[in-house]
């Protein structure tokens, strides 16, 4: 049931918040992470944040708009 969840990120501002995003959802079994035109990305904040949950920073996908989310 988990697989079915989809979390999804809109114009972050703030690299650190994908990561703190990235390891809330590796607590929670969540894996599918989607950023929507983030304003940096890949950064070192989101991986130093993401404490533990590095694979799903290195894993998310980045679209250009919310029609790029299936």
Known sequence: MLSNI???LV???HS???GAAARAMKT???TDLV???PRQ???????RLAAG???LV???RVVGSLAGVP
């Open 11 to 13: 114009q972050t501002f």
């Open 53 to 55: 949950a590095e694979d």
């Open 6 to 8: 989809r979390i999804v």
């Open 35 to 37: 950023l929507v035109n």
């Open 28 to 30: 929670m079994g969540l």
């Open 41 to 47: 990305f890949p950064d070192p904040e989101a991986s």
């Open 58 to 60: 290195e894993g998310a």
């Open 16 to 18: 650190g918040n994908i």
